[in-house]
């Protein structure tokens, strides 16, 4: 039998986990999927927005994976942490361990003022909004009017779709109910979405920037003058000699182009959202100890791809700004990391040590390869890593490991959640929603969690 570990419960770690399942080539093969928390699911439970109802759907197919006889969920368990396993530990516990752990840190914009109270990274906000135990729910107040998000990829359009929604529209969605009396609370009306490029880079799905079109009681703003600063702008199709522009990007573009003759949303608006190009943050402003804006540095394109200052400035007021502009993998303890790619060095999957590959140690997902791609990517992704592992069974077989290994885990003192424990929290979210007059509601606190799994303290 081969044992394997797969740590993390998110879309890669379950792709994973149904790889080695699926595979023939060693037909005998048990797979624990660890994750600290003790919930399953990773980002599409704490990364995507309430209201994208059809991507929260995934957890269905998730869920069948997790379902499997030969598949164990163990949440609850901090690989690495202070009280978890270490890797040594579990590479004595198990032939193989996949390492699926994504990457979950924030990038720094790297300016001035970055660290003023209202300046927050967008990672935050989504966990707040996604009732991650790690966020406290009194973490965000929504008292100032103007926002900035700063970063034009999805994330910083989910945040600024539900800073722009009404509490009324999300009532219907699992976030939780401090929350959801924030957002029904917020004076914020006015939010900008800032990119330092053009239109043509930027990373948003065309899905996702139509819905910002689309949200009642708000209406949607685009400055035709930045639009026609980039040379996609008037040849969405590609230039002369150009090579043709990416199908998303044509379409963005074709939705812009919309907006910049006519925006769209409620003429007599409650809110605003405004999507701006081509400057650059340079400064976070300052007034009475908080943040009060943001000041941006004009840029052009420079003909290579990149863009260059042009030495003029303007100051957008907000009082609360929030970046979005990437993830980034971090260390886990007892594990190589590349600290300039935010990665563990791999090779097809296989971790390196100094280069050379690791017997029975694997990587999967973002910590793989980085903030790239699409949920589905991790398939492919996670295909890659299994048949490195499998083809190295024979060596990794040959060794020795625990017949028992969450039994060694619970000697060693914890207290793993398995999947009755995370039914139990579900059957608990379903009977809060319902006495909340609304549908299933997220719990949001570690004891909260752990006290509906019967998994004691945290």
């Known amino acids: 039998m081969l044992r394997v570990a797969v740590v993390g419960s998110g879309p890669s770690g379950i792709y994973t ?59 609850h368990v901090e690989v690495g942490g202070e009280r978890g396993p270490s890797p040594d530990r579990l590479k004595e516990l198990y032939h193989a361990v996949v390492y699926c752990v994504g990457a979950s840190a924030d990038r720094p914009l790297g300016v001035p003022g970055e660290s003023l109270p209202g300046s927050l990274s967008a990672t935050d906000f989504v966990s707040w909004y996604s009732a991650h135990p790690d966020a406290a729910v009194d973490a965000f107040t929504l008292r100032a009017r103007a926002a900035v998000v700063l970063g034009v990829g999805n994330v910083a359009v989910d945040v600024a779709r539900i800073l722009a929604r009404g509490a009324a529209e999300l009532r219907s969605t699992d976030v939780p109910r401090a929350v959801l009396d924030a957002l029904g609370a917020s004076l914020v009306r006015d939010v900008h979405i800032v990119g330092r490029r053009g239109p043509s880079q930027a990373r948003f799905t065309t899905k996702e920037l139509r819905e910002l079109g689309a949200l009642p009681g708000a209406r949607t703003f685009v400055d035709g003058a930045e639009l026609a600063l980039d ?46 190009f081509f400057l650059r943050p340079v400064e976070l402003l300052e007034r009475a100890g908080r943040v009060a804006g943001v000041r941006f540095a004009r840029t052009a394109p420079d003909g290579t791809g990149g863009v260059r200052d042009t030495g003029v400035y303007e100051d957008i007021e907000a009082g609360l700004v929030l970046r979005a502009v990437g993830y980034r993998g971090t260390p886990l303890p007892g594990l190589p990391f590349d600290a300039v790619r935010g990665t563990v060095p791999h090779l097809g ?110």
């Open 231 to 276: 040379p996609a702008w008037a040849a969405p199709a590609g230039g002369a000699g150009a090579p043709p522009l990416p199908a998303v990007v044509r379409r963005n573009l074709e939705v812009l182009r919309g907006w910049a003759a006519s925006p769209p949303g409620v003429p007599d608006r409650e809110r605003s959202v405004r999507l701006r």
């Open 17 to 75: 986990a149904q790889a080695l399942v699926q595979q023939s080539l060693v037909p005998d093969v048990r797979v624990h999927v660890l994750d600290r928390l003790p919930a399953p699911y990773g980002l599409v439970r704490y990364g995507v927005a309430p209201d994208h109802e059809k991507i929260k759907s995934l957890q269905s197919s998730l869920r069948a994976v997790l379902e499997d006889e030969r598949i164990t969920f163990v949440g």
């Open 349 to 458: 999957g296989r971790v390196l040590r100094n280069g050379v590959s690791s017997p029975g140690e694997y990587v999967a997902g973002w910590i793989k390869r980085g903030p790239t791609g699409v949920i589905g990517s991790n398939r492919s992704c996670a295909k890659e890593t299994v048949a490195s592992l499998v083809e190295d069974a024979p060596l990794l077989t040959a060794r020795d490991v625990s017949a028992d290994p969450l039994g060694a885990l619970r000697a060693a003192g914890l207290r793993p959640v398995e999947w009755d424990g995370w039914l139990s929290i579900e059957r608990a979210e379903a009977a809060l929603g319902h006495s909340l007059g609304r549908g299933r509601v997220k719990i949001a606190d570690w004891s909260g969690l752990l006290d509906a799994a019967g998994g004691g303290s945290r």
